[in-house]
């Protein structure tokens, strides 16, 4: 069993009565958390010089930052750019994992369908070049690559921000404030990945899906009930 109320009135109103509340309660913990605009995308497909030149199946993970998603007059930019890290899973067991840097050129069109209308995002596409380094205990040494992403996303932008106790099982409680902004969505995208060194070659071709991940920030106090 859960309950959740929400304080409301004015923001320093609120502060005093999540304050008064937690002093009235045992156990109590200040927590405080910032979080950037992320992207996280997972796929799977074929690749060839991991290890040997005969084709593995791979899963590649991935999680970035992408901080132009942050400001609301940069949610019709027609470029974007990120950095982050992804890995590489073979199925064979090997795997690498490289730092990247992104840059993209994107394109909002003019679409109204039934989909913008019912969730409130905007259908967006893009193509993206990656530039990696990936490293892996079966590597002799550091493998730069660049990859190409196309990709469709369909995203909105969010701007939220609340004071809230949430109460656990009547086991654990959480009071405090969270904001959040920025572009949130998902979308689907198609890469190709070649390595730069012709003495090591590797091809890789992936599909899969991504999430774009608001900027959030919070802060407040955790307990629990003895």
Same mark, same amino acid.
């Given at each position: 069993?859960?309950?959740?109320? /929400?304080?409301?009135?004015? =923001?320093? #109103?609120?502060?005093? +009565?999540? %304050? ?8 109590? @913990? ?85 989909? /913008?209308?019912?969730?409130? =995002?905007? #259908?967006?596409?893009? +193509?993206? %070049? ?8 079966? @590597? ?87």
């Amino acid at each position: 069993m859960s309950a959740l109320f /929400t304080i409301g009135g004015a =923001r320093y #109103l609120q502060l005093a +009565l999540v %304050a008064l509340l937690a002093a009235t309660l045992t156990g109590c @913990l200040p927590v405080a958390w910032a979080v950037p605009p992320t992207q996280f995308d997972i796929g799977a497909g074929a690749a060839t010089g991991m290890t040997t030149g005969a084709p593995e199946t791979v899963i590649p993970i991935g999680i970035g930052v992408y901080p132009l998603a942050f400001a609301l007059q940069h949610h019709e930019r027609p470029f974007d750019f990120g950095l982050g890290y992804r890995g590489l899973l073979s199925f064979q067991g090997t795997s690498m994992h490289a730092p990247y840097l992104e840059a993209t050129y994107m394109h909002r069109p003019h679409y109204d369908g039934f989909w /913008t209308r019912a969730t409130g =995002r905007d #259908l967006r596409t893009g +193509l993206a %070049a990656r530039g990696k380094v990936f490293f892996g205990s079966h @590597l002799e040494s550091p493998r730069p690559a660049i990859g190409m992403r196309f990709f469709v996303e369909f995203v909105g932008f969010h701007d939220r921000e609340g004071a809230h106790c949430d109460i656990s099982n009547f086991t654990s409680w959480f009071c405090g404030f969270t904001r959040g902004y920025g572009e949130r969505g998902w979308g689907l995208y198609a890469e190709a990945q070649r390595s730069i060194s012709f003495a090591d070659p590797y091809t890789g071709l992936y599909l899969g899906l991504f999430w774009r991940i608001h900027a959030g920030a919070g802060a407040g106090f955790v307990g629990g009930f003895n």
